[in-house]
């Protein structure tokens, strides 16, 4: 594609009546406006960029580009500015884009042209898919100049639809997988939610804890210092039931029933009045029918009669009890019952015990699992509002790293860091971006970050974060964002980098691990993966329990420890923790034979056989 050829066009015409009649264009966005941002992104794509607008035309012009009002009167809606913007376009092509969708894709320009090249079409518009439903966004368009004079002719006419003129011209659509890039921002109540000053610098939370030195970091503060710092992602999407498993979802599911929905029988028996059961007397009571689950009974015992009822059979009229079947004996037609064999209420659940319609079945923010998706089907939920599934891309650094089917020269090893992490992020949902071995190379490194931002909503890197002389992540990390490198009292583990980095308009939080097999899944798990299910939107701390010590375990307080074991029933029937044996952090295989990991706390000391140890499991673990 040449750039050359295409003018940008920022529509900002309207009048923002649903911004408190404040030009959406000029609404104030990331310390500086919506305007500008959209500028920032389409400018690198295009030859020249102008912006329509009808209103405050001398602010829009200190942005240093053309300012193009409607030459149709009336605020005709974005065929208007897209007419004006036709017929003063100096290039062959015209690229347009609202000023209320600041996350508009980096490669626009380049997808639109050569899904237009490709179709012979006269015009090329962006498209999504969400939820099954395809999504077209006219305002997000690609055209040939010359079509100025068609357009003319269909406005004169009356005409204001964005799509209404498409039968006169060819159009092609392109298909993009970020929805999220052509989200406009219609209210100020959006625009408040996606503020990216709201979250805060790592400066600004760094600056609430007391002795901060991030070359002796305790794992309790470096834990809070990310918590505090990352944000959730806002998109969510709509997904069929059975999609829902291992989502989290963005909404209060309500249920639009009673559950259950009647009063019925917890159990087989006779389902009967309590005023019928005598204190000191055998009760006989008449059996009238059978109320089955699913086929209730049709009448209204009266006093001195009962009905058979199965379990989960809706109760009679005027009944208030059930008898188990067992408990009773039936002489033909006729249930005898002992005294005090039940007492009024027993065995009846109650419409509504379990969930009232109207209440929440599940919060926001959960996990959704096997028992969830019963539940949901069970309230005759068949579609789910979830969170967007988190993007991660992923890398490993180092000349010495091999990807598996390559051979090994002198000095190299096989990248197993690679797979331990995508293991771990696809048991977390998350859509992965494998990004292979990266070399050390400033340029190279650099590179692949920026890739990696400007298409993942997290990065997490291994190695290139201790101290080394050809460990350029650093340099380039702390260049490209805000960022901050620890020395963790830990171990396995000691150094971390965290932070957010940025790279044409687009920014994603960032993880680098170290390069040490053990310490990657050590640091993952108690820095990265609580993080990353916040950023899911749910709160999913890491559950310890407690287990007994078989042996003595060295330790000197001052730092936290995590010593990979095997938990297994002691001979008195209570858990039992042993260490695996020698716990250097490059032994993956002591990892691979545990099934736990024993977690020694900063201020804790030597643990003698028989103390009680916290212990994370990882059967289960997300």
């Known amino acids: 594609m040449n750039k050359e050829s295409i003018s940008g066009l920022i529509l900002a015409g309207g009048r923002g009546t649903r911004m408190g009649h404040v030009d959406k264009g000029l609404q104030p966005f990331g310390g500086t406006t919506m305007a500008a941002h959209v500028l920032a992104r389409l400018a690198p794509q295009v030859a020249t960029v102008a912006i329509n607008a009808n209103r405050n035309l001398d602010t829009y012009a200190a942005y240093g580009v053309p300012v193009w009002p409607d030459d ?71 055209l040939k100049a010359s079509l100025e004079p068609v357009l003319s002719a269909y406005l004169d006419g009356g005409g204001r639809r964005m ?20 989200r406009n921002i219609n209210t100020l109540d959006e625009l408040r939610e996606l503020e990216p000053l709201k979250v805060p610098r790592l400066a600004d939370v760094v600056s609430c804890l007391s002795a901060y030195d991030p070359d002796a970091l305790p794992v309790r503060d470096a834990q809070r210092i990310i918590r505090e710092f990352v944000t959730p992602v806002r998109a969510t999407e709509m997904v069929a039931l059975r999609a829902a498993l291992g989502r989290v979802l963005a909404a209060d599911i309500v249920s639009p029933i009673n559950v259950p929905a009647h009063d019925n029988s917890a159990m087989d028996g006779y389902a009967l009045r309590g005023s019928d059961l005598p204190a000191d007397a055998p009760a006989r009571l008449r059996v009238i029918g059978t109320a089955y689950a699913g086929r209730a009974f049709d009448g209204s015992p009266q006093a001195g009669e009962c009905v058979r009822i199965m379990t989960g059979g809706v109760m009679p009229a005027g009944c208030d009890s059930v008898v188990p079947q067992e408990f009773v004996s039936v002489e033909g037609d006729t249930m005898v019952i002992a005294p005090g064999t039940i007492r009024t209420g027993d065995n009846r659940r109650l419409a509504g015990e379990d969930l009232k319609a109207g209440s929440a079945a599940l919060r926001a923010g959960k996990i959704v699992r096997p028992a969830d998706l019963g539940l949901l089907a069970s309230l005759g939920v ?25 051979p090994l020269d002198e000095g190299c090893v096989y990248d197993s860091n690679r797979y331990t992490i995508y293991g771990m992020l696809l048991r977390l949902g998350c859509d992965l971006i494998d990004m292979g071995v990266v070399r050390d190379d400033p340029q190279a490194l650099e590179q692949a970050l920026r890739d990696a931002c400007e298409n993942a909503d997290a990065i997490i890197t291994s190695g290139g974060v201790s101290v080394g002389a050809a460990d350029y992540t650093k340099q380039i990390m702390a260049r490209l964002g805000d960022v901050t490198f620890w020395k963790i009292g830990m171990r396995p583990g000691r150094p971390l980098a965290f932070g957010r ?41 890491l559950a310890l329990v407690r287990a007994r010590s078989a042996a003595t375990i060295r330790k000197k307080p001052g730092r936290t420890e995590y010593q990979r074991g095997i938990l297994a029933r002691g001979a008195d029937g209570q858990p039992t923790v042993t260490i695996t044996g020698s716990q250097g952090s490059g032994i993956l295989r002591s990892m691979s034979e545990a099934n736990c990991m024993v977690v020694l706390h900063d201020e804790q000391g030597t643990v003698q056989a028989g103390d009680m140890v916290d212990v994370l499991l990882f059967e289960g673990l997300i």
């Open 382 to 406: 068949a579609e789910v509002p979830v969170q967007r599934r988190l993007r991660v891309a992923f890398f490993s650094t180092g000349d010495e790293l091999r990807s598996i089917g390559q």
């Open 163 to 182: 799509d209404g003129w498409y039968p006169q011209i060819k159009v092609t659509e392109v298909l993009f997988d970020a929805a999220d890039a052509f």
């Open 72 to 142: 149709t009167p009336d605020y005709a809606g974005p065929l208007a500015g897209l007419q004006a913007g036709l017929r003063r376009c100096a290039t062959t092509y015209l690229l347009t884009a609202p000023c209320d969708s600041p996350f508009l894709p980096a490669d626009l320009a380049e997808r639109l042209h050569e899904g237009l090249r490709a179709a012979g079409a006269d015009l090329a518009v962006a498209v999504t898919e969400e939820n099954g439903r395809r999504q077209v966004h006219p305002v997000f368009c690609l």
């Open 501 to 541: 980095i940025a790279s044409n308009g687009r920014s994603a939080f960032l993880f680098g691990l170290p390069g040490n097999p053990v310490a990657v899944m050590v640091s993952f798990y108690f820095f990265a993966r609580e993080a990353l299910l916040r950023m899911m939107g749910a709160e999913a701390p």
